[in-house]
């Protein structure tokens, strides 16, 4: 075949395609054909992305050092973990169907022993506990934080204020703030500002306790 008679081709060839653009002469490769995620890939990807979103409301939220601290010496980064902790707590729609399994912070330090959440008569809430004498790396400045979040596609914590309850004080007093009082899914969890590490939280359904 002459180069010339190149020159006059048009369509597909193959695995590649000739087309004229603007007076000049192109041969493209066909794209390669795909196919349509199956359901779990779908699931997989809703998932992800709210994992994804999840990991934005703990930045926001102040709480992701602690995750940056969790990864210190390993492989994995921060979003690595968060997305291997809570990745359970999300169904194939991408919403949390499970509160409990969440996790707004890593396991670094223990928590306290006998954790208990109850209402006061005033509408706050006392939450008590036991310090135990071997606690590897708690101390007794420790500060709790509280946090509360909604439903199942309000991916951000919204932080309650405890004053400044620590771990020995053994008890905290609370009220939920105006603008989450209709909140029902309550997370507390004890942090160092030395070390910059903080216990796994622990879970409350205030629906159940009320």
């Known amino acids: ?13 193959g695995n590649y395609v000739i087309c004229t653009y603007r007076g000049k002469k192109y041969v493209r490769r066909r794209p390669r054909k795909t196919t349509p995620p199956s359901p779990r890939q779908r699931a997989q990807r809703e998932r992800m992305a709210s994992v994804g979103s999840f990991y934005t409301a703990l930045k926001s939220a102040g709480l992701y050092p602690y995750w940056e601290k969790a990864a210190e010496g390993q492989l994995s980064h921060g979003y690595n973990l968060i ?5 359970p707590a999300f169904q194939a729609d991408g919403k949390i169907c499970d509160f409990s399994k969440l996790q707004l912070t890593p396991s670094l330090l ?20 036991t310090n135990s004498p071997c606690m590897p790396g708690a101390t007794n400045e420790d500060f709790l934080r509280v946090f509360l979040m909604g439903d199942a596609e309000n991916f951000t914590p919204v932080p309650v204020d405890s004053g400044s309850a620590c771990r020995e004080d053994n008890e905290a007093t609370f009220a939920l703030p105006e603008k989450a009082k209709d909140y029902s899914h309550l997370y507390v969890a004890f942090c160092s500002q030395a070390s910059g590490k903080c216990s796994r939280c622990k879970y409350f359904d205030l629906e159940k306790l009320a």
């Open 110 to 129: 223990p928590l306290p022993d006998h954790l208990q959440l109850s209402k006061r008569p005033d509408g706050s809430w006392l939450l008590q506990w």
């Open 83 to 87: 997305t291997r902790e809570n990745m």
């Open 1 to 13: 075949m002459k180069f010339d008679s190149f020159l006059d081709w048009s369509g597909k060839v």
